[in-house]
């Protein structure tokens, strides 16, 4: 489309917007920002900041400002044991009914004897909100905007009203522990508000101490983590006096705004914690703590770079692009933007030391979010950081990887007292307190893989950093567990006499049986075998590059043996379970039957064509019901066709994220919002652009012809390589690889293959033919 068209169809969906703010645009648009020219009207629109531990969501109001506030630890709970005691003595009987084909026996087995009771609920919180109420604003206001300036984590409001510039800025820093707010104007003694700190229950204590705001509650009802929130009110000019749950600010130049907040969750005293954070905090200048966070923060956010076109759609704001791609405009700018968001998302919710990032990464609204905002770990989770090591942020791989340890002590006590087997186990969703039985209905609870799958995590970052004294402390005995568990947990089939998974299911779905019932546990579910031949072959990698546990290395392979394989039915596709069912749900949003396409490296193009026919079959099928109708089930469909090496299907499926499943301000909706849709599409644009889990670094896989020039830096391969792709009219132009380890590189490019012997810290620059440059 002409640019004029697109330029005319965004002002016309932007008409319907509120008529008192302005809408042409300003000035030219920074290169990576996420941008409005109004303020947020509801959550979706609102936009985030974080440091990984503390986080807003930022309104951007003329009158009155809010700043939603969490920090990651404010959740309700406790440490629980629910085991059912009937499991262990069910099993035997559950297995029995299955291999006879009588599964809604079976499933009434499990359900009454195998599900606990998880009597104590544990939700992630708001820690409340900041409220800013402004003097009454009778002119009018113009050159509003609104941003999130992803170069600089530093989230933006502007506007002019009557005669004053007003500007107002937020980030979360994390050298200095603190949500840092700045407002300014171009007149002297202008700025006049109110604040205070809230928090939904009306249960909070609120205390006024000198120019400190102090927010604490016992969350939960006592059942939770005693939590503090901290305001100072640093001003430039003006006064300062008390106000009705808050503190008012007359006439001031210029006014800093500094909030410290922490838990009691580990250990720590929560009223100390935050008022020496906000002390040391206090003693810098507003320049230098923003200079502080800016530093910090583009040391991780530089690294990639990425560019795929221009067009004239970034002159407008984003929530008016986003419509202009509902209404069938393609903006590859604003695909960067998605990408970038997501690598934004990952900085600010996920650092070293914290929590990993939950369903809604650290940004969740109210006392019980969807979900609870807890830690899925069926796909949710691991989506969550499928971006991690591909997009050069590896050390914010590190929460997930350090939160599986953790999981260990209670997985093993599930493991014995439920199964009677040694070794690790979880189900399909945990929380901080690091529960891993199980709960609810089968259909999504009898599922023992969730420590199996999450496990793949920890091989990965090794294969990406090759870091042994992390294999050697953290990822090998968590997986040598988990590895342990799959290997007592094996039965063998009585009629083929392979061994099988189960009771188990494929995450979610159902399938009816032949008498028509409804059923979802199977024994030898098909993703089970999937997830436990990648833990196990992974496992006996790490025993070898540690020279250690022969023996348990030798009973692993013949248990892979003897590991049921993946099976093709008789219409080509993949079969999801032992049998052919029939679908209940042919359009289901859990394609859990191509794990081993991704995220597995088990089906590859190089070393099995005919599975990765039948694993094409198999998401064509389930797109034709309606599959992908969620967010992050959609960006897995990216990540699949990106392996497919089917870069039109990727990038129509990119399309149909952005259109469908995106909200005004580019976070993943389920719905309602959930975050593995952001980082499970920025791991799959980079898989459409190179792909290293085959053994060798492809290069532009599955690019689509909407991408026809452009180029990727900094991204990373497997073995420890850094890369940069520049390719021109669809075709590669020239490739850089960095290598950091010194390993032997094998590069493809279509048809052609070269292999580089590589040095340490040396770089290599090849041509479109692979050539040396």
Same mark, same amino acid.
């Given at each position: 489309m ?17 008529p008192s ?24 629109e ?19 400002e ?23 003595a ?8 299955l ?7 079976a499933?009434?087995l499990a ?6 009771d ?5 939700? *992630? ?12 604003l ?15 984590g ?5 506007y ?24 300014t ?12 700190l ?20 016992h ?10 929130a ?5 001003q430039?000019?003006g006064t ?9 600010i ?12 922490a ?6 005293n929560?009223?100390t ?73 990952l900085i ?20 019980t ?20 090591e ?41 929380d ?5 039985e199980?709960?609810?209905?089968t ?5 023992p ?49 392979q ?52 023996a ?12 049921a ?48 026919a ?21 960006a ?21 994220l ?5 909200l ?27 792909q ?10 599955a ?7 452009? *180029? ?15 390719w ?6 020239q ?30 620059e ?8």
């Open positions: 002409h640019p004029f068209f697109i330029c005319l169809t965004l002002l016309l969906c932007f008409s319907a917007t509120r703010f302005s809408q042409a645009p300003q000035k030219a648009p920074e290169k990576l920002a996420i941008w409005f020219s109004r303020p947020a009207t509801e959550w979706n609102a936009l985030p900041v974080g440091n990984g531990r503390l986080g807003a969501m930022v309104f951007g109001g003329v009158a009155s809010r700043l939603q506030l969490n920090e990651e630890t404010v959740w309700t709970g406790k440490d629980a044991d629910f085991v059912n005691p009937g499991a262990r069910a099993l035997p009987e559950v297995r029995k009914l291999f006879a084909g009588k599964y809604a026996e499933q009434k359900q009454d004897k195998m599900m606990g998880k009597k104590t609920e544990s939700n *992630y919180q708001t820690l409340g909100d900041l409220q800013l109420d402004f003097d009454t009778t002119q009018h206001v113009t050159d509003y905007r609104r941003e999130l300036d992803l170069e600089t530093v989230a933006k409001v502007t002019r009203a009557g005669n004053v510039n007003f500007t107002r800025e937020v980030f979360s820093s994390a050298p200095d522990r603190a949500l840092v707010v700045r407002l104007a171009d007149k002297p003694g202008v700025l006049s508000f109110t604040l205070n809230s928090r939904p229950g009306n249960k909070a204590k609120l205390e006024l101490v000198g120019d400190e705001i102090i927010l604490s509650e969350v939960g009802d006592g059942v939770g983590v005693k939590m503090v901290r305001l100072k009110v640093l430039d000019g300062l006096r008390a106000a009705d749950n808050g503190v008012q007359n006439k001031a130049n210029a006014v800093t705004l500094l909030l410290t907040a838990t009691d969750y580990r250990g720590e929560p009223a914690t935050t008022a020496a954070q906000l002390a040391a905090a206090a003693k810098k200048t507003y320049e230098a703590l923003k200079q502080a966070h800016i530093a910090d923060y583009q040391q991780y956010f530089n690294r990639v770079d990425l560019h795929l076109g221009t067009t004239d759609a970034v002159y407008f704001p984003t929530d008016a692009r986003l419509i202009a791609m509902q209404n069938g405009n393609v903006d590859p700018q604003l695909v960067e933007l998605y990408y970038q968001f997501g690598r934004y998302l600010s919710s996920s650092r070293p030391g914290s929590l990993p990032a939950n369903l809604q990464g650290i940004w969740a609204d109210g006392l979010p969807p979900w609870s905002a807890d830690y899925h770990i069926n796909i949710n989770i691991q989506m969550n950081y499928w971006p991690a591909v997009t050069n942020l590896s050390e914010m791989h590190l929460p997930f990887l350090n939160f599986l340890d953790a999981l260990r002590p209670d997985a093993r006590k599930t493991a014995k007292d439920m199964y009677g087997v040694k070794g690790t186990v979880a189900h399909f969703t945990t901080p307190w690091h529960f891993t199980t709960y609810g209905q259909q999504w609870a009898m599922w893989m969730g420590m199996a799958w999450s496990a793949q995590h920890l091989w990965e970052h090794y294969l990406f950093t090759e870091d042994k004294a992390y294999l050697k402390e953290l990822a090998y005995p968590v997986m040598k567990e988990a590895a342990e568990f799959c290997a007592n947990w094996l039965v063998e089939n009585p009629e083929t006499k061994l099988v998974s189960g009771p188990s299911i494929s995450p979610e779905n159902t399938f009816k049986t032949k008498n028509g019932e409804v059923a979802t546990m199977v024994m030898g579910p098909t993703m089970d075998h999937m997830i436990i031949r990648d833990l196990l072959g992974n496992t006996i990698a790490a025993s070898k590059e540690l020279n250690r546990d022969a348990f290395r030798r009973r692993l392979e013949k248990v892979l043996t003897r590991l394989p993946t099976r093709i039915g008789s219409d080509g596709r993949i079969m999801e379970w032992t049998e052919e069912f029939e679908e209940n749900e042919p359009g289901h949003r859990h394609i859990s039957h191509l794990f081993a396409l991704h995220p597995g490296r088990e089906i590859t193009k190089q070393q099995n064509p005919e599975l990765m039948a694993a094409r079959k198999t998401i064509d099928q389930r797109l034709s019901q309606g599959g992908g109708h969620t967010g992050w089930s959609r897995w469909i990216i990540n699949f066709f990106a392996r497919l090496h089917d870069g039109e299907a990727a990038h129509e499926n990119l399309l149909a952005l259109r469908k499943s995106t005004p301000n580019l976070f993943d909706t389920h719905p309602p919002f959930q975050i593995d849709g952001n980082f499970g599409a920025t791991a799959g644009i980079t898989e459409m652009l190179m290293s889990h085959a053994g060798e670094i492809e290069l532009l896989p690019l689509p012809s909407a991408w026809q020039q452009g *180029y990727i830096h900094g991204i990373v391969g497997r073995g420890g390589f850094e890369v940069d792709i520049d021109e009219n669809g075709k590669l132009k490739v850089k690889v960095l290598s950091r380890l010194g390993n032997p590189c094998q590069i493809r490019y279509g048809n052609q293959v070269v292999t580089l012997q590589t040095q340490k810290g040396e770089s290599y090849l041509d479109g033919s692979l050539k040396p440059l």
